[in-house]
């Protein structure tokens, strides 16, 4: 048998990154021989093996074919007369179909490494097509590679289109669509993930909520980039730069879904998007089972990103109400990740990416001024139960004025 190092990690070698998964494939053997080597079987549709000491993933080389939609429905042949180059020929792209063999000899019948010194994601075959997933994929490697100068060829682009206009992305699981989204949105570039599927038409297919915002308007005033969706893609940009949190960039990308749903005749205008965002950012959550930690700070942020934003001008009591919907009293992180999200929907329009947003910081002070609220004192003052929560409520918004009546004294 002949064993060779495949998929991302030749290709993340080449591309002089760090390598976390190694797999291999391996021609010429059969199921019987690799446990009798000491592999542990583990695919379920096809036959995959844990290496006995290292746990890598080993695959024997395999064929496959589609026999009906979605992603069930493969005829798959892992006889042991499979080629190397018919098992990388059934692969996404030609960057991901490079092998290695134990000398380090490079086998790349697919002209992967040109693809990668030209910083193009090119489909291997019509093969492409037999998963639909490979469109979100070829998508994320986008976002992943922006930052090196990698695009999407035209012809895949092409493809793409074509399976999203053909419906094949309405078979995918909820499931593999958000490991897939989570993935992007972890990467250097998110943005770049749902710029190529509205690209390809696949947005409009998975994500109608976030496509519908191209082509709404802005006032000019507050948002020079004026278009929703221009301005979304920048606010997921700033999430980015600002943090690796992927619950903070996923509700960046959502926090202006309201928008979307605004009467025409009240554009440029948004009124009460805030909170007509939060039924849209509910469906979109529940339909690709996002965890439920996202969907609620999506929702906060979608709900009091403005509040964030007139934070000088508000009054104690609102301040207090902000905190206390977001849950800040009870998980402190969940103050961090609101503001971060708000911070990049500030910087997240053209001209004030690099503006400083002192909102974050006083929201900050209010609540450390009001968190830690000694309750012993009032409870000797005789209250309890309900009355003694109001009495707490009261002496936050006490602390909170007072830190708002400083704030303006020093201005
Ligand atoms: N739908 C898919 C999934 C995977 N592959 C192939 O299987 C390899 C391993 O897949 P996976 O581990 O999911 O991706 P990687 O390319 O290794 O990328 P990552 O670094 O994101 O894991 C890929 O390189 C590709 O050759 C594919 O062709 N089509």
Redesign the pocket.
Known sequence: MDIYL???AV??KLLGLTVV?H?YVVVGSSPAQMKQQGFKEVGKDFPVFLHPETGDEYALARTERKSGRGYKGFDVDFSSDITLEQDLER??LTI??IAQDETGTLFDPYQGQEDLNNKVLRHISPAFAE?P??VL?VARFAARFHHLGFSVAPETLSLMTELSNQGELEYLTAERVWVETH?ALSTKSPQVYFEVLRECGALKVLFPEIDQLWGIPNPEKWHPEIDTGVHTMMVLEQAARKTEDVCVRFAAAVHDLGKGVTPKDQWPQHRGHEEAGVPLIKNLCRRIKAPKDYENLAVHVSRFHLHSHKMFELRAKTVHKVLKSIGAYKKEAILEQFSLACEADFNGRLGLEDKPYPQKALLHQCYTASNKIDAQPLIERGYEGAKLGDAIERERIRRIKSVLEKEKAAQ
Request: charged fraction near 60%; avoid cysteine; proline fraction near 0%.
């Open positions: 495949v998929g991302g290709r993340d998964d797999d692969r996404d991901n179909a998963d997933l490979r994929r993935k």
